[in-house]
């Protein structure tokens, strides 16, 4: 069945810049993943037509909690610009957003590039430094229920991202403490082994997604690895906190 990509991305698009939930695509259409992936890149392409540079990606539903709080098994990904990254302290206003959530999540910021079939080992060569982060998902759809066709094509619900301080120095990455406070209180606790095992793991699939979509990961480039625990929603005055072990904080506060 043929699929209008161009008029669901702009459907998409224009949901995301006036903070407005749209139906899910399903309802009317049903997206396989190549379709769903071809919408998400038309969106990109209008983002990038309007000034934004492309600096990254994201993997998505790398942890179990993740997969089972959406109720969808499998690995996405999205691609990220500068536009979306939220300066680390900063206050956000609740208006950009339809009904954000937030995770925790640690950033890789690479020192150059990362092709289709990278070991763990290159991968791990090819790290400059590793954030604590916070990724807001904020999803197109009404009530935040889609299909996996939908989320592909919803850019996999990237929103924002907050990066704490880069360490150049961390070794061992696959067991740290993650936990995630708002307003003072602890709400998700979580280690980034719950990151597909291992977040390095998360940084070859990266490499092989996004390589195989012709777009391979470039020096400079912030690769989101992923929630480490369930995501929480957000309101008016929340202060979100994410620590990770060894590698310190990031936090950002959401304003009227
Ligand atoms: O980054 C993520 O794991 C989110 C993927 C999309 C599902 C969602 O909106 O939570
Ligand atoms: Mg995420």
Known sequence: MSVDIKGLAARLDEAALNAEAIPQLALEVELISAQAYEIQAAIIARRLGRGEKRNGMK?????????????????IWGRITDAMVVEE???VSMSKYVHPRVEPEIAFLLKHPLPVGATALEAQNAIAAVAPAIEIIDSRYKDFKFSLGDVIADNTSASGLVIGPWNSAIEDISNLGVAMSINGAVRQVGTTAAILGHPIRSLVAAADLSGRAGETLEEGWIVMAGGATAAEALSVGDHIVVEVQGLGRAAFKIEA
């Open 89 to 91: 302290g900063a206050a």
């Open 59 to 75: 993997m998505g539903l790398t942890s179990r909690a993740k997969a089972l709080q959406m109720g969808v098994e499998d690995v």
